[in-house]
Nanobody
Framework: QEQVVEFEGGLVQAGGSLRLSCVAS????????MGWFRQAPRKEREFVAN????????YYSDSVKGRFTISKDNGKNTLYLQMNSLKPEDTAVYYC????????????????WGQGTQVTVSS
């Protein structure tokens, strides 16, 4: 029964950087793959990146590859998303979640979603 809370979103100018944090409690954070997703208004939830429980394997969507970095600190039960070279198209609510089973890129394969944190990138 894991719970997650995302924070450190905000407003940033195009080309700038932002780091999101996701704090988990009450579950098995250190033994599960974790992922970041985002959802823009009127659009479906989109896969961003994931990381395995050891922090040794990562995978990114093509739209963020080379700009975003996913990492985790098991000692702090915290997942991070470092976002660089931000574009207006990155504007969305960002969520973290725990992988359960199935396609690693599908939102339906994850559970224990947080409330989300807003990221707005201005032109």
């Amino acid at each position: 029964q894991e719970q997650v809370v995302e924070f450190e979103g905000g407003l940033v100018q195009a080309g700038g950087s932002l780091r999101l944090s996701c704090v988990a409690s009450g579950g098995t954070f250190s033994t599960n793959t974790m992922g970041w997703f985002r959802q823009a208004p009127r659009k479906e939830r989109e896969f961003v990146a994931n990381i395995n429980w050891m922090g040794s394997l990562t995978y990114y969507s093509d739209s963020v590859k080379g700009r975003f970095t996913i990492s985790k600190d098991n000692g702090k039960n915290t997942l991070y998303l470092q976002m660089n070279s931000l574009k207006p198209e990155d504007t969305a609510v960002y969520y973290c979640a725990q992988y359960v089973d199935g396609d690693l890129r599908a939102a339906t394969s994850y559970d224990y979603w947080g409330q989300g944190t807003q990221v707005t990138v201005s032109s």
